[in-house]
């Protein structure tokens, strides 16, 4: 079975501070996505992660990808309140990799 | 560029009724997703589609669901006889070969 687990699955941080984000996935894959969703809105993609040891950058987040270990970190420096969002990632399987997501983690960041 | 677009955003129906839904992908965009999210997942993959051709179906999937993409554009998603069970959110996602994907802004269905 395909499984992707994330976790925390909420977290609540103050501004300024860092934290990290884990994502497990349980079947070889390289592609790993990140994406961001509103309350009540549709899902933006933030990163797509091709090979082992990618790093990518956009703003305050860093995603990065370590397939031996099947895991994949976002990583939020200096959180800002507009960073509040619920944050997906998904593992890539099959010939077409068909994204099979993970349940999401819940960001709230407080002033 | 007008983004990826669905229809209609909520429909409300009775037990055992049909709905059908469309997408709109972006225009050059050959590849075509849909999903179904409910609260507190993430989404989960119902079949994909390269150009008109349907190359994968969710095993999850009822034989309730089915869907089409008649001339590799738009796309329409129909469930029979709906069921209480089938109330979430109906996302539609399309790209490019290895480009990003784009989600629409969803069909929002309730069941009564």
């Known amino acids: 079975e395909l499984k992707v687990e994330q976790n925390p699955l909420f977290l609540s941080m103050q501004e300024g501070k860092n934290y990290t984000i884990y994502c497990n996935y349980s079947?070889?894959?390289?592609?790993l996505y990140w994406y961001r969703q509103d309350p009540g809105k549709s899902l933006e993609s933030l990163f797509v992660?091709?090979?082992?040891?990618a790093v990518k950058q956009e703003g305050r987040l860093m995603a990065s990808l370590d397939t031996k270990a099947r895991l994949s970190t976002l990583h939020i420096t200096a959180a800002v309140h507009d960073l509040s969002a619920t944050y997906f990632c998904?593992?890539?399987?099959?010939?077409?990799?068909?994204?099979?997501f993970g349940r999401g983690t819940s960001l709230i960041v407080h002033p | 560029d007008t983004g990826v677009s669905q229809d209609p955003r909520h429909k409300i129906t009775k037990r055992g009724q049909n709905v059908t839904f469309r997408c709109d992908p972006i225009?050059?965009?050959?590849?075509l997703y849909w999903y179904r999210q409910t609260l507190g997942q993430g989404p989960e993959f119902l079949t994909y589609?390269?150009?008109?051709?349907?190359?994968?179906k969710s095993r999850l999937l009822s034989d309730r669901f089915s869907a089409e993409r008649p001339k590799g554009s738009f796309s329409t998603l129909e469930i029979q006889r709906t069921e209480q069970g089938d109330s979430a959110m109906y996302l539609c996602?399309?790209?490019?070969?290895?480009?990003?994907?784009?989600f629409g802004p969803g069909t929002r269905l309730t069941v009564l």
């Open positions: 996602a399309s790209r490019r070969p290895w480009g990003t994907q784009y």
């Open positions: 998904a593992f890539g399987s099959g010939g077409s990799y068909i994204p099979t």
């Open positions: 225009s050059e965009h050959n590849r």
């Open positions: 589609f390269q150009n008109e051709a349907q190359l994968e």
């Open positions: 992660l091709l090979s082992n040891g």
């Open positions: 079947t070889t894959s390289d592609r």
